[in-house]
């Protein structure tokens, strides 16, 4: 644990800058607005960190014309209430930033910048923590592993590659599973229950000198899952439960497989061919990377790295980092939604999202959210779930509500409002990052024996889809 004091930007009158005092890591999940913003844009000060060095040649991020960024700028949506309880119409960008307490927001589309803005002191040479984000670069170094041939599948259990999960819940769980977060074994992801799993991994990672092998005997004590509808232990791939302890695993076996660090092996992979302009870092204790959190970079080079993944992997002298069909597998939705009647089709693929905008009172349906679905004509993308009667690429992703591009979006997300989410179809790559008052809008209740991940992210979904029509 590191704790310090940071240097502002100096007085006027040529006196000594102030200074900050860095927020606490393990009180993370208690910190007010100012803390998260130094504490998100300082992951180097708070924990170590290995750096991903950029190379020589840079990867252009053009601006776009004035015409089409008038156009995202101009962008409008419903959503929420007015005081008279009718439906808030005409909220801008700069509503949504207030909203969502947004630090950074970037929008590319067609592979130049048609919006870029920030706030609360933050800037383009910020070098901002990602949360969860970073699990789905993880996922993504996955497949790299995989096309290099560190790893044989994804069918390949866990325990192959970390054998201290041998003779615990984790053996034989394949890695499809892993990244799938439906491994079967028990694990309470509440950020506000100090007595939950994801505190005490967090404590392992921070405080613990042998952080490794701390988290790996938290892990080899999870117990199996209870499948509710059985009473019987639940099977691999059968019950979707959000563990953040499964992506640390994740991480560690590609890097056991690699024998390099995430770090290191993103910016052989990625950071340097891709072409990022600036370091980044990530979270790195004894030559092991964070694989659930930590990883560190500028607004522009998280939209690049959404570009890499909108091409599929493909780096611009053409090369294949990832097999073929990886990102179409990575976003075929297998985990039934959290909420009945949400995202009907799946919501969760190799650790990458589906939210789709949604009424924004789910209890009521009073407050119809517009657009819901962006209706500019496009096929269901990736689902293979649940199967039925009904033919998959006819089915929509919200029942009641045609297939429309909106179904393409997937993204990645972590905790306190970041994002990186893509439209293949549309050429669309929307970056946020925030500093949201709570984990998500509507955890947690420690009181909860388990979180269960109730929020959906309306005003996000609602923002992108508005974006989708209006840049179409």
Known sequence: MALGLLSGCGGSDGSDPPVTPLPDPQAMFSWNTQQKVIG?????????????AHGSVTYPLPVASGGIQKQALQVTYQYGSNADGSAHTGNTVNDFMTHNQVTGLLVIKNGQIVLEKYAMGINAATLWDGKSVSKSVTSTLMGAAIKDGYIGSLNDPVDNYVPELKGSAYEGVSLRNMLH??????WNENELDPTADLPALLRCVDTVGDNVNCVLNLMKTRPHAIDPSTGLPAAPGAIFNYSTGEAFLSGLAIQRATGMSLASYMQKKIWQPFGMQSNGNWWTWNGVSFGAGGFNATLRD?????????NNGVLPDGTHVLPDNWITDATTWTANSAL???????????????S???????????????????????PLQNTDNPAGAIPVQERAPVQGQPASVSDWTFAAIGIYGQMIAINQ?????VVQWSVWDKPSPTCCN???????????????????????????
């Open 425 to 429: 179809r549309e050429n669309l790559v």
């Open 356 to 378: 789709p905008a949604y009424d924004d009172d789910l209890v009521g349906g009073t407050n119809q959210a517009s657009p819901i679905f962006a209706e500019v004509g496009a």
């Open 446 to 472: 420690p009181a909860d024996p388990e979180y269960a991940a109730s929020d959906p992210y309306n005003e996000q979904s609602v923002y992108l889809n508005a974006l989708l029509i209006a840049l179409h």
């Open 40 to 52: 998100f844009s300082n992951s180097a000060a708070l924990f170590p960190v290995q750096t991903m």
């Open 181 to 186: 977060m439906s491994s079967g074994v028990a």
């Open 340 to 354: 009945p009647g949400y995202a009907d089709n799946g919501q969760y693929g190799y650790m990458w999202w589906f």
């Open 302 to 310: 998280y939209g690049r790295f959404g570009l890499f993944v909108l």
